[in-house]
Structures are given as structure tokens and as C-alpha cells.
């Protein structure tokens, strides 16, 4: 068993968000890793897509995610299962923003719209 304490979560900004990792392969974590995601009112993540499932759960706000052909709303509690392979998109409530909980494998690569691999992010790393 590893504890990992909140001072060792890493945290990551990007454009669109940030990302705190909580566990994951580097972190002393096995295979699985853990990070909240927050987005600021608006804010709209790129259209991208991953080579593993993903399961987000709304903690705070609201937002619209585009899942393939479809777009969903989801609010807090509600739990989303994104599969592996398909184009999506999160795009944060503009008054409240957003706030979720996500878990996938430490190794996920994220895949951009056009195809153009990204490689593993780093807070799944």
C-alpha cells in the first residue's frame, strides 16, 4: 500500500484547465491514476480523445460534454464513463464553471482531433 499526502499532488495548468493529480504510476500509485479537473466559467477543454476509458464524476458546476455524435449536461454528482477511441469534448457552465473528479490508467494517451497523438499526460504520468 502507498499513502501518497496532499503535499506531493502535483499540480498542472493548462489553457483550458487545471489538472491535480492525487495518484498515479509516478506518484507511488500501481496502475490506475486519480486527478481533479477545474475549469473557470466558459472555459472549453480541445476535442480530443484517449485510448482508454475514463470515468469523471461531477463534484461542483456544471458542464457540456460532447461524447462522439452526442452532447450531454451534467451537474454534481452525476458521473460520467467516457470510452476509449472516441472524440470528446468538455466545455464548463459559463456562470459556474467546473469541477470533476477523474480516474483512468496511469499509461491513457491522449489522441488530439486531427489524429495527432499527444502522448500521456502528465497528470496521468
Known amino acids: 500500500m502507498s499513502v501518497i499526502r496532499s503535499a506531493e499532488a502535483r499540480r498542472h495548468e493548462t489553457p483550458n484547465a487545471v489538472m491535480t493529480t492525487f495518484a498515479s504510476p509516478s506518484l507511488g500509485g500501481s496502475g490506475q491514476s486519480l486527478w481533479r479537473v477545474e475549469m473557470a466559467p466558459g472555459a472549453a477543454g480541445p476535442l480530443h480523445a484517449f485510448d482508454a476509458e475514463q470515468v469523471w464524476t461531477v463534484l461542483a458546476g456544471a458542464a457540456s460534454v460532447e461524447l462522439g455524435e452526442e452532447t450531454f449536461a451534467v ?3 452525476d458521473t460520467l464513463v467516457l470510452p476509449p477511441h472516441v472524440l470528446r469534448r468538455v466545455t464548463a457552465d459559463p456562470a459556474e464553471g467546473f469541477t470533476a473528479v477523474v480516474t483512468a490508467p496511469g499509461g491513457a494517451v491522449a489522441m488530439l482531433g486531427d489524429g495527432t497523438v499527444h502522448g ?5 504520468a
Open 75 to 77: 451537474a454534481p454528482g
Open 120 to 124: 500521456v499526460p502528465a497528470w496521468i
